[in-house]
């Protein structure tokens, strides 16, 4: 069959960030014309991903030609293009005939790697991907007959599961690349029945057109019992977790914790022998609750146990010298809320609702004197986030004149305009023609976006026009309608009016040509954002105003420092001919200017929501969030998160920024733009495990709590932590690999084990000086014990977080431009968007956030907290 030949070359022009492909002279090999059909496919390679907006068909005569691209990565500079041209009808190319290809990457660096990797076809597509054959033998005995054999083919940019049957041999398509090759034991569906699997060879080269086997084998068959052991409605120890222990012939198997209403399955038990369950007992309010013991042999099969309210006993304990606890709440104000109360000591466990009002509620129940750890359940209601503060610990004394005292404080709302009414993500935007699908996928409530050319407040001159702008409210509109089911999505542009990110602060606040610039850049993005307002979209867009400029007041105690506000606020007015009379409050002072930033949005743009942004280490340094309380930190009172809240919260309160009717809607909160396993990250002190990252969402609740506003972690990066089968260079900064997403959107697979990481990027040296650990392993060992079986954003509405931007402009969030999100992070935000959490209760029977909160976060604010207890040592249950 012929070969469809052809010319191409770099189009002269090209720089090391753009530049243009151009094919001619197509044509057989024997000379013939190339006729088509219908369409005209071709696959080769580029240094970036491209879209359909880039491809420019050139015919004589005139063809109406619609482009299809797929882009696959199979590099780390190196994408796969599947490209297929729709033609109205037939058409038979001439030698001149064109098609150009625009990059946005680097064609200069051997360009005859990429004009030598065309392929054509007519009517039918190149191969664009390796064929993989799987020899699968017979199931090795008849009880496997009908299981599925799951493979995992993985490469350091995509992962392909099949589960596949046991019919021989199986062809796969897959991209080129370089794999591993894992597989899972064969078994039954509850594993009574497992045999070995290997796979050979465990690492393929798949090339474009190529057959690459892969050989099965079954190994030795072993049997076991299954358990599927759970509890069911036991009224009196509803939302109380049991510690329950599986003995096999009298030896410790495993233990786990569980609670009402849940089942958990344990699988892999010994085929034969006995065994015996125990759950430990719990003495709550007063009373001795013992649960029956299990002793049977083992079934070599699955087997159900399910403790209901019949198989446990309740007896009252000896309250001889036990006290009244009377409870003290201080507020001013009342709330359609109980607050829930819980002591607990190592034997003891007593729990108390309240009325969310100011008053004093004794105990229904006496208490023992003794030692007793101290929690108390924020909530949120109607929106709102009300916090209930108190002690730590508390001494109950025999004599009893102990009170336990709360106060109950008013947080923020989680109702922000032009934000949905639940727990959301956005994610950063690059303008790529892969955007709208990635961000389509994730189901994003809002992207983001550097507004203006150079995406600092363009200070040397006036622009004319904004594109970065105008194209995010574009791009926003298309992901919202290719969601199509009713949600919005809200443009959000960051925009600096006073760069001070890059140094020389007092330089960028003495300028007033700059300021004056920037003020009239901002008005511009403004402006862009007004005119997109109707009906379905009253608020157009988001503003997040000038990053760093609030930390770096606060580092250098900026407040009534001198600063030209009124004079350049005025031209840049004049500019765009607005008539506004600038209020005498706006002062030429630091804090003055940013009163100048927030009565400029409300006065030009009144329907857009926005917030300023702030820092870490705007007390000083970022490094507190390594201190674990030793003396080598400076003692307990620097450990806290709260500590370095109050400062930061304190400075914005003295500035007024967040006061009167100008008022921001929410406040932005970012931690450091940068994957953690990428040297911009640890080599600037910012490498977080469990434990970091857990003390950053604790300062981010602590400044929302302060300042009574809503926040939002922004330019969080959504990288996750990779596995031990996941492929991983040694040279593997390009990777962007890092720890955020799995902590944020969990990650099962590393658990509660950081030895279920990679140890390639385990054995990362650190500079100890800055994060207080030799070796990224170590600060995975100070977070234990850790889970990250379920995401950490369960409990962010009750931080006052109502909703998470993800990426940065080198930084894993979504987009597949920028960093390494892929289907990891995509399926998990898709996943969530199919049941958010939402901020209020909207059911019919008027009840309010006591249903919904509880159910999206509360539920597991009790099992997470108890884990809490647990690892201190303060409840034994």
């Not at 034991?185 to 057959?211: C, H, K, M, W």
């Not at 289907?823 to 919904?852: C, E, H, M, Q």
Request: proline fraction near 6%; charge should be negative.
């Amino acid at each position: 069959m012929p070969s469809i030949k052809y010319e191409a070359k770099v189009a002269s022009g090209a720089t090391p960030f753009y530049g243009q492909l151009v094919v001619s002279n197509l044509h057989y090999d024997d000379d013939s014309a190339v006729t088509i059909n219908d369409f005209f496919g071709t696959v080769f390679k580029s240094p970036a991903r491209l879209g359909k907006n880039d491809i420019v068909v050139g015919t004589n005569p005139w063809q109406e030609v619609t482009p299809d691209v797929t882009v696959n990565q199979i590099g780390d500079s190196t994408f796969l293009v599947i490209v297929r041209l729709e033609f109205k009808g037939p058409y038979t190319f001439n030698l001149s005939d064109t098609i150009s290809f625009g990059i946005n990457g680097d064609l200069t660096d051997d360009p005859d790697f990429y004009q030598n990797s065309f392929s054509f076809e007519a009517d039918q597509m190149p191969y664009a991907t390796g064929i993989v054959e799987i020899h699968v033998p017979p199931a090795p005995t008849p009880a496997l007959a009908s299981s599925k054999l799951s493979i995992v083919l993985q490469s350091k940019f995509a992962k392909f599961p099949f589960n596949l049957p046991l019919v021989g041999t199986i062809l796969e398509n897959v991209p080129p690349g370089d794999y591993n090759v894992s597989v899972m034991d064969l078994a039954t569906e509850d594993q009574t029945t497992v045999a070995e699997t290997r796979a050979s060879p465990t690492f393929l080269d798949v090339n474009i057109g190529e057959y690459t086997g892969v050989s099965i084998t079954f190994g030795s068959v072993s049997k076991y019992s299954a358990l599927d052991l759970g509890f069911g409605d036991i009224p009196p120890l509803q939302g109380e977790n049991f510690h329950v222990q599986l003995l096999i012939d009298g030896a410790p198997f495993t233990d786990f914790y569980s609670s009402t209403n849940h089942t958990s399955p344990v699988r892999r038990l010994p085929e034969t022998g006995s065994f015996a369950v125990i759950v430990d007992n719990i003495t709550l309010n007063n009373v001795d609750y013992t649960f029956r013991v299990w002793n049977e042999g083992l079934p070599r099969k699955l087997f159900t146990i399910i403790y209901r309210e019949d198989d446990v006993k309740s007896s009252p304990i000896d309250t001889s010298g036990f006290v009244q606890l009377p409870i003290v709440i201080e507020s001013d104000f009342e709330v359609d809320q109980d607050i829930l109360i819980r002591l607990t000591s190592d034997d003891l466990i007593y729990t108390e609702k309240v009325p969310a009002q100011a008053g004093t509620t004794p105990f229904s129940v006496l208490v023992a004197p003794g030692e007793y750890s101290i929690r108390s359940a924020s909530f949120v209601n109607s929106g709102t986030v009300y916090v209930v503060e108190t002690a730590t610990n508390i001494t109950v004394l025999p004599d009893g004149s102990t009170e336990l005292n709360l106060k109950l404080l008013k947080g923020a709302s989680l109702q922000v305009k032009g934000f949905p009414d639940h727990l959301s993500f956005g994610a950063i935007a690059d303008l790529t023609p892969d955007n709208a699908k990635d961000l389509v996928a994730a189901r994003v409530s809002s992207i983001f976006k550097y507004a203006g050319t150079d995406g600092a407040g363009d200070k040397e001159k006036f622009l004319d026009n904004d594109s970065s702008t105008s194209r995010t409210i574009q791009l926003a509109l298309e992901v919202e309608n290719e969601l199509a089911d009713g949600s919005k999505v809200l443009p959000v542009m960051i925009s600096y009016t006073c760069n001070l990110s890059q140094g020389d602060i007092y330089e960028q606040l003495r300028r007033k040509d700059w300021l004056t610039h920037s003020f009239a850049n901002l008005i511009l993005a403004l402006n862009i954002a007004k005119s997109a307002v109707d009906e379905d979209h009253p608020v157009p867009a988001g503003f997040i105003v000038n990053p760093d400029f609030l930390g770096e007041g606060q580092k250098a105690n900026l407040v009534d420092y001198g600063v030209p506000v009124r004079e350049p606020l005025q031209d840049a007015l004049d500019h765009w001919q607005i008539e506004a009379e600038i209020p005498d409050s706006i002062v030429d002072t630091f804090a003055g200017y940013t009163h100048a930033v927030n009565w400029l949005i409300r006065t030009v743009a009144p329907s857009v929501t926005f917030g300023w942004q702030v820092n870490i280490w705007g007390g000083g340094t970022s490094t507190w969030i390594y201190n674990t309380g030793s003396d080598d930190d400076g003692g307990s009172d620097n450990n806290e998160p709260y500590a370095e809240a109050n400062k930061l919260a304190e400075y914005i309160k003295s500035l007024g920024t967040y006061d009167g009717e100008y008022a921001p809607d929410f406040l932005a909160i970012d931690r450091y733009e940068a994957d953690d396993w990428t040297l911009r990250a640890y080599s600037n002190g910012y490498f977080y495990g469990p434990y970091e990252w857990r003390r950053f969402y604790d300062f981010v609740r602590d400044v929302s709590i302060s300042l009574q506003v809503p926040v939002m972690p922004w330019q969080i990066p959504a990288s996750r932590a990779p596995l031990v089968a996941d492929i991983v260079s040694s040279e593997y900064d390009s990777e962007h690999w890092g720890t955020g997403g799995s902590y944020l959107l969990g990650d099962v697979d590393i658990n509660s084990d950081y030895q279920n990481i990679n140890p390639t990027v385990l054995s990362l040296k650190l500079d100890s000086s800055l994060i207080k650990a030799d070796t990224a392993a170590e600060v995975w060992q100070r977070g234990e014990p850790f889970d990250l079986s379920q995401p950490a954003y369960r409990d962010f509405p009750l931080r006052g977080i109502f909703t998470v931007l993800l990426g940065g402009g080198s930084t894993t969030g979504v987009i597949s431009t920028v960093g390494n999100a892929g289907p990891w992070v995509i399926d998990r935000l898709s996943a969530y968007a199919d049941d958010p959490i939402k901020f209020d209760d909207t059911s019919s029977d008027g009840s309010n956030t006591k249903a919904k909160c509880r159910q999206s976060t509360g539920n597991q604010w009790w099992s997470r907290l108890w884990e809490e207890w647990r690892r201190t040592g303060n409840a034994r249950v």
